[in-house]
């Protein structure tokens, strides 16, 4: 969810970050004509970052799970004083 979320909003500020540049660019550099050329990344590239994103994500979790879970917990699951 946090993978998810973080590339979600890096995308956001990625592309508020172009608009004002290429706004930028077109204003006081339109008579090099390069605004025509500025395009935002595609879709297909959006989605293979929140996939990449979200597949770190994941991976990162489970290392620190396996890591910080030692079987401490379920070591008193046979307690008899019931604790």
Do not use: C, H
């Not at 993978?3 to 339109?30: N, P």
């Not at 989605?47 to 620190?64: N, R, Y």
């Amino acid at each position: 969810m946090i993978g998810f979320l973080s590339a979600i909003i890096a995308i956001g500020l990625t592309y508020a970050v172009f608009l004002s540049q290429s706004g930028l660019i077109q204003q006081e550099l339109s008579f090099l004509g390069l605004g025509a050329g500025l395009t935002f990344i595609s879709g297909d590239k959006i989605f293979a970052l929140i996939t990449v994103s979200v597949t770190f994500s994941v991976i990162s979790s489970f290392l620190t799970v396996r890591k910080i879970n030692t079987g401490w917990a379920a070591s008193s699951v046979g307690d008899p004083r019931g604790f």
